[in-house]
């Protein structure tokens, strides 16, 4: 797997990857982050070397070589994770590939592991509720989902926690890089060292959609401004591509998912510009697995007919209330839970359902531990007809029964 990924990854063509799982998850982290050190110190290296070209021609009187090796700013690096155990397994990986030649000081270590190490778990709850082994798997560790992390790298030095515009490479989560970017207005928001990034990771791509998307979107959309500050910018130095404004075209973007999604499709389709190419490894085509599973009530797929993309949502849900409710509404349809992916469809047929006063209880993402209690309780015993259940809390929190 690692020979075939970095085939694509070593000759800078973009690269999305769709069949990431658990099994296979680190040994794609210790590939990707052998690249982005590659990348890094390659690039140092490339600056100290015309740095000593400079010093020479200064001190001799001679005219200095043209030496365009610096972006606008420094960050060259940019890997964004879901939750702050996999930024710990990422910079762990780092250290451990920079310190299998020579030793290194690791400025900060301390407190990024009091910070990314492990939490204590929820025993109490482990012990009643009984969940699939993935579940644990992904939810290892310290799961926050706002952070980020600069990293500066230098011969025999590695600083955690450098400002950003001190760091070569940046760790951090879609909430994270939010929370700075901020919005417009904001007298505090920054953005510039999103200015020349080179190497743009995404590993676990397929969580992403579970947190917030627009955090994603956001960020290709602050991708190679101008920077608004110099912030040390040698100009003498700076290359051509980025003066022109082509610096999309030479960014490198890597994404590893466990499925493909209209939105990582989006990505591919949108965002990936490198000049070299672009490269998507899908999964091979599999045979149909629905009617080896026995189960004791009829499934029923139904399809809706609509002429256009955007008004996707729109007709759904028409034909839902329409069609599809009305057959569940009789008394003897009674203990109904309507699953629903969307949390922007769940507020709309959770304001549907209140202002037609019909019977129902509400399980979202944002539900407080004893609402949902009562909410299954009332569901349990008969008390609601209906039970909204969106999948953002079966992911977070994986209930077994209601």
């Known amino acids: 797997l690692q020979d075939a990924l970095f085939k694509h990854m070593s000759q800078y063509k973009d690269l999305l990857y769709v069949q990431r799982d658990f099994k296979n998850g680190e040994e794609i982290r210790r590939l990707y982050c052998l690249h982005a050190l590659n990348h890094v110190l390659k690039a140092r290296h490339r600056i100290l070397k015309n740095n000593s070209l400079l ?104 600083k955690l926690y450098a400002e950003f515009y001190s760091s070569d490479i940046i760790v951090a989560s879609p909430l994270g890089l939010r929370t700075v970017i901020g919005a417009p207005g904001d007298k505090a928001r920054d953005f510039d060292f999103l200015s020349s990034i080179e190497v743009l990771i995404l590993d676990q791509a397929d969580v992403f959609l579970m947190q917030n998307w627009d955090h994603i979107s956001l960020i290709f959309q602050h991708l190679h401004l101008t920077p608004k500050n110099a912030h040390n910018c040698d100009i003498s130095r700076l290359r051509t591509w980025h003066v022109n404004g082509w610096s999309k075209f030479y960014r490198q973007t890597i994404v590893f998912s466990s499925f493909q999604s209209p939105e990582i499709n989006s990505l591919h389709n949108k965002h990936f510009h490198d000049y070299e190419g672009k490269v998507k490894i899908t999964a091979k085509e599999l045979g149909g697995s ?112 209601f």
Do not use: W
Request: with cysteine.
């Open 55 to 158: 010093k020479e021609a200064a001190e001799s009187g001679t005219e200095p070589p043209e030496c365009l090796d610096q972006g606008m700013t420094r960050p060259k690096v940019l890997i964004l994770v879901p939750f702050r155990d996999a930024a710990l397994r990422v910079v762990e990986t780092m250290i451990k590939l920079m310190m299998s030649e020579e030793k290194m000081t690791v400025g900060n270590k301390k407190r990024f592991r009091e910070e990314y190490g492990a939490v204590p778990d929820e025993e109490e709850e482990e012990r009643v509720v009984k969940r699939p082994e993935s579940y644990k798997l992904m939810f290892s560790g310290n799961i926050d989902d706002c952070f980020r992390l600069g990293i500066q790298i230098q011969r025999k030095f590695v």
């Open 290 to 401: 629905i009617n080896r599973i026995a189960v004791s009530v009829p499934q029923v797929f139904k399809r809706i007919q609509c002429s256009s993309v955007l008004d996707v949502a729109d007709k759904r849900f028409e034909y839902f209330i329409n069609e599809t409710l009305p057959e569940f509404r009789g008394p003897h349809m009674s203990h109904t839970a309507i699953f629903v992916p969307s949390y922007f469809d769940f507020v709309r047929l959770r304001n549907y359902l209140k202002k037609e006063e019909i019977s129902f209880a509400q399980i979202c993402e944002y539900t407080s531990n004893s609402n949902v209690s009562r909410a299954r309780t009332y569901f349990y015993h008969g008390d609601c007809h209906f039970l909204l259940y969106t999948e953002r809390y079966h992911f977070f929190r994986r209930c077994s029964s």
